[in-house]
């Protein structure tokens, strides 16, 4: 089992930067592939970045260049650094963790540990 718990969420104006955080306890073998999610009101929870086992990094194409998602060497900690920030960005952010990657895609079906989710709003 593997808890999470985000925070860092705030509210920004466009072209903004935030860095979210979610501190993680738990089995180390169960958080090996994390990831993190959005869901913005009337919207499908979407996959914005993953990072595996083996450290390689997925990202969402609304965010290519400009999230990216490292985290501390004892995976405790997984970050969203989030820079050059659009309205369309605007949502809750939940991050997620499993044993392992699988897949090219960044599927909330793939994930059963999430935490409760920091609120990014982002202002024209």
């Known amino acids: 089992q593997v808890q999470l718990v985000e925070s860092g969420g705030d509210s920004v104006q466009a072209g903004g930067s935030l860095r979210l955080s979610c501190a993680v306890s738990?089995?180390?073998?169960?958080?090996?592939?994390m990831a993190w999610f959005r869901q913005a009101p009337g919207k499908e929870r979407e996959g914005v970045a993953r990072?595996?086992?083996?450290?390689?990094?997925t990202y969402a194409d609304a965010v290519k260049g400009r999230f990216t998602i490292p985290r501390t060497m004892d995976r405790s900690t997984l970050y969203l650094q989030m820079v050059s920030l659009k309205p369309e960005d605007t949502a809750m952010y939940y991050c997620?963790?499993?044993?392992?990657?699988?897949?090219?895609?960044?599927?909330?079906?793939?994930?059963?540990?999430w935490g409760q989710g920091t609120q990014v709003t982002v202002s024209s």
């Open positions: 738990g089995s180390t073998y169960s958080r090996a592939c």
């Open positions: 997620a963790a499993r044993s392992y990657c699988r897949g090219d895609f960044i599927l909330p079906a793939d994930f059963s540990a």
């Open positions: 990072i595996s086992g083996s450290e390689r990094t």
